[in-house]
């Protein structure tokens, strides 16, 4: 063990004194036939067996991480660690750290982010029993094949633990998952930050722990990333079904305004407010991605959007009132009508089609002009003023 290593392979901990030994002791072998300069961390997260006392006897630097969880480890030991090039893998025996080079050689050739790939459409291999039968054909190909279409990132294997990356890419993506995760926001987060990416094929071995179980949980897990997806995709999440929403409310009222029949099924005025209800709800859901874009950018999860960051809060508040006055216009001209009747009954079918879409614009106009001063608050950017005092001398 070095001083100054260049690389840190880093290893999650929690009761693993059954493969701990071996995975450590793979590590080692594989950093000295590749004449690699590196060290092994083990970041414990509070075991209880002779996990520590064992990777600590085999050379491994012994990191305690307080924080609970599967990410909380991993960045406690990979804060803690000194390599240039960082390899983080778990230590149930599951995946051959001697497959170590295989990362090192990807990084070193420009590459910030270097994936393991345990699946076959990626070169790798399953060994059997290694990997649950939900996990391997519905779960880990889902999610991977969801990481590809919403942020266009190259990877089969999400999931897989094993990878490597540069110092420089962790710091600039600033992880925050303490659980299972974490791993799916450090690919996220790579693709969202333009990382440059690659993968590697790896075996996949059964699990060598005895003592017990894995600590995946494979919906709660599940779940977990799916929502990770969610957060850190607004256009997915709030944008599409806006519009999609939008769309529909627009082909309702194309539809109910002129009182369309089709195959007898004649379009009126419940097709309107229902239509109305879809715009109400879209414009809400794409206003959410708004603040969802600006307040992920300010809080440093993904990159600015330029046009967002230029978005006008007065132009916005303009448009808002546009749609105020004309929605206020519309319900004016029934309501003189009602009066110019001495506020008798009036023609429901006729009216109606001047009232609903005339409070659903004042709606979404009201929407907009709130939803304009959101936006000015999260575009306040705090700002850090640099202050010096000059002592009065006597």
Known sequence: MNQHPEISIVMPCLNEEDTIGICVEKAMTAMKDANLNGEVVVADNGSTDRSVEIAKSLGAVIVPVRDRGYGAALMGGIEASHGNFLIMGDCDDSYDFLEIPKFI???????????????????????PKAMPFLHRWFGNPLLSWLVRRMFRIPIHDVYCGMRGFTRDLYNRLDLRSPGMEFATEMIIKSGLYSASMSQVPITLHPDGRKQHGPHLRTFRDGWRTLRLFLIFSPRWSFFRPGVTLLALAASGYLLALPQFQIAN?????????????????????ILLAVFAKLFAAREKMMPPNPSLENLSVEKLIGLGTIFVMIGAAMIAGIALNWWSSNFGRLNYPETMRWVIPGVTLAAIGFQTMMAALMVGALKMHPQRVNQSSNSDTN
């Not at 050689?105 to 990626?122: A, H, S, Y």
């Not at 004649?266 to 859901?285: N, P, R």
């Open 265 to 285: 099924v004649t379009f009126d005025i419940h097709t309107l407010l229902v239509s109305s209800l879809l715009g109400i709800v879209g414009w809400q859901a």
């Open 105 to 127: 050689n990807e990084l070193k050739n420009g590459f910030d982010l270097v994936q393991g790939c345990r699946l076959p459409r990626g070169g790798g291999q399953v060994l």
